[in-house]
């Protein structure tokens, strides 16, 4: 069910991953290729183990106790469950954001933005200023706030929050950053800046987004994976997805027939 | 429904307002400097105070925090962040039995250990026979922490998921994340725990009766029984003397406005405050 | 998404009834030409306006429907109708310049030349009917068959304008009355054209690969 991809480079490779919560398997040999610097949407029905994959590319399934995976990952050619691996080291290179905005509520928002990099050593001062301003100019967040970096991360609004934590994850400088629903708990105004926001990243980093808006995924997305009860169904161009999708069950949940 | 609840609600002020009133109105005419700086006067003279009492307290209870403050921090934390699920059901089930055991009970325990006899570790003598601070210390701190642990844990378990999710998503170790993130978003909640716990232990007396003991002048060594103010107001309040009567509820106004202290000046020190530099 | 399903079959209903007129006005100027008929003539040329009010009604459906954001299947069927109903209306309007043709006509005495204008007709109209068939059915392998049979049509009209051509020369006083003829084949040439985009329209909603302008360009797949 994969394609390959326009672009030489492959950020992330799955070969037959297998994810088992104890007894449970909740993803079924799920193959695919995600390409550098290009928006990857994945959407399903609730249960289609679209979350677990995207925390799979992290290793963040992990924290569930009795997760197990079989098959690879690969991110740039590594394999990212090698046993000399740390997952501490796999989620620097892949960052993640999540559906409920979560800033740091002791913090002030420039100690929000660059706690990734204070609490894993780096601690010049230079480098945390310049890295604050880059972030949050990254995140379309800079000229709302610059003027009050040191305020707290919570006085900020929903939309603001998850830029600011978009900028958090951006500050580590990762190859990769995951969102998993990002928008959904956003009013649409806010939703439609982080899809801008989304469209001008993919640029420098490869984006890969879980949503159950659609019309989201068709205005953001350059690939689209459907998953259906732990299998990837269909994988290919969005366009192609949203207007002549090739498996049925894909037309049947992109036409709202079911899910 | 509302005149009700009021109602209820009034009824629970009021033995506070009661207790106050009576405290007030029968203990602060014995309050001067001299009950703050004297030791107590021998049987027959009128006048003294409670020094030694009231810096005694001050003592056992510090001694107890540096017992009952990391061990039951670090065990909440344990119950929280760590261990497997039946493990910790045992450890939780242990600690609200302890915290169901009568204080006189814990004062028994220690004195069998401490008090009653040396106590030996290969060969060398640890602990002498008899009435200490250092015993004090030690049964206030073996109450405090099944309290203080599970304090801490439910603290804890109220942070959200997500702060610790996301960062762990951004690189960082689990211990950090549990220090840096988890700990300074519950500290509050945590420290008001642990006064909370101080408040309690501050005011018992049945354990002290068989560790510190009590000690009229000052106590200059932990192998020595030391006074504490829950010591002096009984051992006051059942004797004879009406001199001794007056101090006695002199003393109880004096822990109970301790104790109104404590809480007050931590509220103060763990208030919002975010002026600090990137 | 029930409601969004009643209003597809809603937007097909009104579509197909669209069609149905459009059938019924092509027949009638076809035979109001050949039996000469003044008042059926005349009755098309007053029905016209039915066809161009469902049109409006149509596209009126297909943006409401589009504002609800439709995909795949959905989407290609409601940009399909907004097309087809277009070509609909072309019909209606070639289906009224017949009559008018019939209606003049039928007013001067009959030219001596035979046309084969019937023949034509039940070509065009053929294709029609076959292409709203497919279109009913969804049955792209008809659809594509219904494609080249416009080259028939092409060759007939070439031939009758060649007829009436010379025949012109020949008899200067039936000019009027064979250009009359000749514009009815041209409409009924482009009746035909109007079928075979229908076709080409069930195609790309069957199999969504768009294979207009064939042998121009070449065909496209989304």
Redesign the interface.
Known sequence: MSTAANHSNLALTARNLCVFFGQHQVLKNVSLDIAARSVTAIIGPSGCGKSTFLRAL?R?HE?VPEARMTGEIRLFGDDIYARHIEP?????RV??V?Q?S?P???M?I??NV???LR??GIRD?NI??ER?EQSLRMSALWDEVKDR????AISLSGGQQQRL?IA??LA?QPEVLLMDEPASALDPLATSKIEDLVQELKKDYTIVIVTHN??QA?RVSDQTAFFYLGELVEFGPT???????AQKR??DY????FG | MQSVTCACAVLVLLPLVLVFYHLVKLGFGSINLGFFTQLPKPVGESGGGMANAIVGTFVLLGQAAAIGVPVGVLGGIYLSEYGSKRLNWWIRFAADILNGVPSITWGIVVYGFLVARELTVFGHVWFHRGFSALAGGVVLGLMMIPLVMRTTEEVLQLVPGGYREAALALGIAKWKTIVQIVLRTALKGIVTGVLLALARIAGETAPLLFTAFGNRFWNHSLTEPIAALPLQIFNYAISPYDDWHRQAWAGALVLLGLVLLVNIGVRFLTRDRFKRNV | MEHLNTELAELKQKLLTMASHAEAAVNEAVRALVDRNYELAIKVNNNDNVIDQLELEVDDMAIHLLSKAPLAGDLRFVMVAMKISTNLERVGDEATKIAKRARDLSEEPPVKISVDLPRMATLALGMLKASLDTFVNRDAAAARAVIPRDKEVDALNKAINNDLADYMVAHPDTVKRCLHLITASKSLERIADHAKNVAEEVVYLCEAQDIRHAGKIGPTTT
Do not use: W
């Not at chain 1, 970096?149 to 707290?152: V, W």
């Not at chain 1, 366009?239 to 999708?245: L, Y």
């Open positions: 992290n963040m924290l501490v080291i796999v989620r620097r960052g993640m999540f409920k979560n740091f509520p002791t002030s420039a100690e660059t706690v990734g609490l894993n001062r945390l200023v604050t970096l040191n305020a707290p934590c958090r994850a580590v659609m019309q068709a366009s192609k997805i949203f207007t002549s999708p894909t037309e992109v036409t709202g027939r």
